[in-house]
C-alpha cells in the first residue's frame, strides 16, 4: 500500500521568510554537497599526485585526470533518464557508493587505463550526484529566494572545494589513507539526503538549444564558457601534475590549488557586481588578460615562494568566475524563453573545454617542462583577450535595463542548478525585442 508523506515533513518551497530561514530549511543539501565536494576535491588533486609519484608520463596522466570530464558530461545526459526509472533517493545513495568504490578501486590496481576509466566512473557518478541535489535545491527555491540560494550554494561549493585541499596534510599521498578519507567523506553524503523525510524533486530536461545558434547570439559567452572550461579544468587537474614537476611537496600543492580556489571566492562578487554596472564584454575582457598576465608572470616566479602564491590567487580569482560572467552575458542576449534551454549548450561546451584541458596543459608540460603548464594557459587566455578586445571595440554594449542581475554558478553545476538562473531577469517587450536584435 502507498504511504503518503505529511505535508510538513515534505522540504516544500518557502515562500516567506529571510534568506537566512531559507537556507535553514535546505541545508541537508548544502551539507551533503559539502561533504561531496570536500571528498572529490581531494580526490581530484591527490590523483594527480600519486598518478605523478607512481612514474606515469605527464601527458598520459592529462589523458587519465581528463576522464573524469568525460564521465560528467554523459553523466549529466544519462543521470536523469535513470532517475526517472529508479528514483531519485536510490539513484542518489547508489552512485555515491560507485563513486566512494572507485575512489578505493585505484589502490587495487594502478594502471592508467584502469584509472582512466575509474575517473569516468567518478565523472558520471558526481555528475548524478549534482543533478539530484540541485534538482532539490531547485523545488525548494522560490522567486524571492532563488538568486540567494544559488548564491549560497555557490559560497558552499567553493569553500568546500578550497577546503579539501587542506586535506593533503593528513596523509601520504603514496599510502592509502587519504584515499579512504576521500571515500568516506563522499559516502557520508547519503545520510543526509537519505535520512531527510522530502518529496523527490521535479526534473524537466531542457530541450537544447542549437550551439551554433547560440554562438551566433553571443559567440564571446560561448567562447569564453568553453576557455574557462579548458583553463579551469588544466588548473584542477593538471595543477597537481605541474606542482610535482616544479619540485613543490605533496602539501604545497594542496596549497598551490587551494589558493586558487580561494581567489575565486575574494573576486567572484566584486567581477561579478562590476559586470553588472558595465558591459560584461569588457569585464570579461578584463579577466582573461589579468589572467593571462598572471599565468606570464607565473612561468619565472619561484613556485616555492609567497609571490607564487599571490599569482595563483589572482589568476585562481580571474579564470574561475568567467564561467558565471559568460553565463550571464549569454542570458542577457538569448529571449527570456530560452534561458534554461541554452544551459544544456553552455554545459556542453564548458565541459568539452574542461576535458581538453589536462590534456593540453600536461602536453605542454611534457614538451617544455613545467613553464610550459603556464605557457599554455597564457596563450589560450590571451587568445581569448584579443577575441574579447574584437568583441569590444566592434560591437555595442548591451544596455543596463536589458541585462539581468550577475548570479555567480559554479562551473561543474548541472541543468538544474542552471534553472536557478531562470528569474534572473524579467524581460519587458522592449528588451526581449532588444535581446533577439542581438546577433554576430
Known amino acids: 500500500h502507498a504511504v503518503s508523506v505529511p505535508r510538513a515533513m515534505r522540504l516544500a518551497p518557502v515562500r516567506e521568510g529571510s534568506t537566512t530561514q531559507a537556507v535553514f530549511h535546505a541545508w541537508?543539501?548544502?551539507?551533503?554537497?559539502?561533504?561531496?565536494?570536500?571528498?572529490?576535491?581531494?580526490?581530484?588533486?591527490?590523483?594527480?599526485?600519486?598518478?605523478?609519484?607512481?612514474?606515469?608520463?605527464?601527458?598520459?596522466t592529462g589523458f587519465v585526470m581528463s576522464g573524469?570530464?568525460?564521465?560528467?558530461?554523459?553523466?549529466?545526459?544519462?543521470?536523469?533518464?535513470?532517475?526517472?526509472?529508479?528514483?531519485?533517493?536510490?539513484?542518489?545513495?547508489?552512485?555515491?557508493s560507485l563513486a566512494s568504490t572507485a575512489t578505493l578501486a585505484h589502490l587495487i590496481v594502478i594502471n592508467p587505463f584502469a584509472w582512466g576509466i575509474f575517473r569516468i566512473v567518478t565523472?558520471?557518478?558526481?555528475?548524478?550526484?549534482?543533478?539530484?541535489?540541485?534538482?532539490?535545491?531547485?523545488?525548494?527555491?522560490?522567486?524571492?529566494?532563488?538568486?540567494?540560494?544559488?548564491?549560497?550554494?555557490?559560497?558552499?561549493?567553493?569553500?568546500?572545494?578550497?577546503?579539501?585541499?587542506?586535506?593533503?596534510?593528513?596523509?601520504?599521498?603514496?599510502?592509502?589513507?587519504?584515499?579512504?578519507?576521500?571515500?568516506?567523506?563522499?559516502?557520508?553524503?547519503?545520510?543526509?539526503?537519505?535520512?531527510?523525510p522530502t518529496r523527490a524533486p521535479a526534473?524537466?530536461?531542457?530541450?537544447?538549444?542549437?550551439?551554433?545558434?547560440?554562438?551566433?547570439?553571443?559567440?564571446?559567452?560561448?567562447?569564453?564558457?568553453?576557455?574557462?572550461?579548458?583553463?579551469?579544468?588544466?588548473?584542477?587537474?593538471?595543477?597537481?601534475v605541474y606542482g610535482l614537476e616544479a619540485g613543490m611537496t605533496p602539501a604545497r600543492v594542496g596549497l598551490f590549488?587551494?589558493?586558487?580556489?580561494?581567489g575565486q571566492l575574494i573576486l567572484?562578487?566584486?567581477?561579478?557586481?562590476l559586470?553588472?554596472?558595465?558591459?560584461?564584454?569588457?569585464?570579461?575582457?578584463?579577466?582573461?588578460?589579468?589572467?593571462?598576465?598572471?599565468?606570464?608572470?607565473?612561468?619565472?616566479?619561484?613556485?616555492?615562494?609567497?609571490?607564487?602564491?599571490?599569482?595563483?590567487?589572482?589568476?585562481?580569482?580571474?579564470?574561475?568566475?568567467m564561467y558565471s560572467l559568460s553565463i550571464s552575458h549569454v542570458n542577457d542576449v538569448v529571449p527570456a524563453d530560452k534561458l534554461v534551454a541554452a544551459s544544456a549548450a553552455m554545459i556542453m561546451v564548458n565541459g568539452l573545454g574542461a576535458i581538453s584541458g589536462p590534456i593540453v596543459a600536461t602536453a605542454s608540460l611534457s614538451v617544455f617542462g613545467p613553464a610550459g603548464f603556464w605557457i599554455a594557459l597564457a596563450l589560450v587566455h590571451g587568445g581569448l583577450g584579443f577575441f574579447a578586445s574584437y568583441r569590444v571595440i566592434h560591437k555595442r554594449s548591451i544596455e543596463i535595463t536589458t541585462k539581468g542581475r550577475f548570479i555567480p554558478i559554479p562551473s561543474r553545476a548541472t541543468a538544474p542548478a542552471h534553472r536557478l538562473l531562470r528569474d534572473r531577469?524579467?524581460?519587458?517587450?522592449?528588451?526581449?525585442?532588444?535581446?533577439?536584435?542581438?546577433?554576430?
Open 123 to 196: 565523472g558520471f557518478c558526481l555528475a548524478g550526484l549534482y543533478i539530484v541535489a540541485e534538482s532539490w535545491l531547485n523545488g525548494a527555491s522560490t522567486n524571492q529566494n532563488r538568486g540567494k540560494l544559488l548564491s549560497v550554494y555557490m559560497l558552499t561549493f567553493s569553500l568546500a572545494m578550497a577546503s579539501s585541499q587542506g586535506l593533503l596534510r593528513f596523509g601520504d599521498p603514496e599510502g592509502f589513507k587519504l584515499f579512504i578519507l576521500a571515500s568516506v567523506l563522499v559516502s557520508l553524503a547519503v545520510v543526509p539526503i537519505s535520512l531527510t
Open 275 to 321: 559586470s553588472d554596472r558595465v558591459s560584461r564584454r569588457r569585464v570579461i575582457l578584463g579577466a582573461t588578460t589579468i589572467a593571462a598576465i598572471a599565468a606570464a608572470v607565473a612561468i619565472d616566479i619561484d613556485p616555492q615562494g609567497a609571490p607564487f602564491l599571490l599569482v595563483a590567487l589572482i589568476f585562481g580569482g580571474m579564470t574561475y568566475p
Open 28 to 60: 541537508p543539501l548544502f551539507f551533503a554537497m559539502a561533504l561531496i565536494m570536500l571528498g572529490n576535491g581531494l580526490q581530484g588533486t591527490l590523483i594527480g599526485v600519486r598518478a605523478t609519484l607512481e612514474g606515469f608520463p605527464p601527458a598520459v
Open 68 to 96: 573524469y570530464f568525460v564521465g560528467f558530461l554523459f553523466g549529466s545526459t544519462l543521470a536523469p533518464k535513470l532517475m526517472w526509472q529508479v528514483g531519485h533517493v536510490r539513484v542518489y545513495a547508489g552512485l555515491a
Open 203 to 240: 526534473f524537466e530536461e531542457p530541450t537544447g538549444v542549437p550551439i551554433r545558434e547560440l554562438f551566433r547570439a553571443a559567440p564571446l559567452g560561448m567562447t569564453a564558457a568553453a576557455v574557462t572550461g579548458l583553463s579551469n579544468g588544466a588548473l584542477l587537474s593538471g595543477g597537481p
Open 268 to 273: 567572484q562578487w566584486p567581477l561579478g557586481a
Open 257 to 262: 590549488i587551494g589558493t586558487t580556489l580561494i
Open 425 to 440: 531577469r524579467i524581460p519587458s517587450a522592449s528588451s526581449a525585442q532588444s535581446a533577439d536584435n542581438v546577433v554576430s
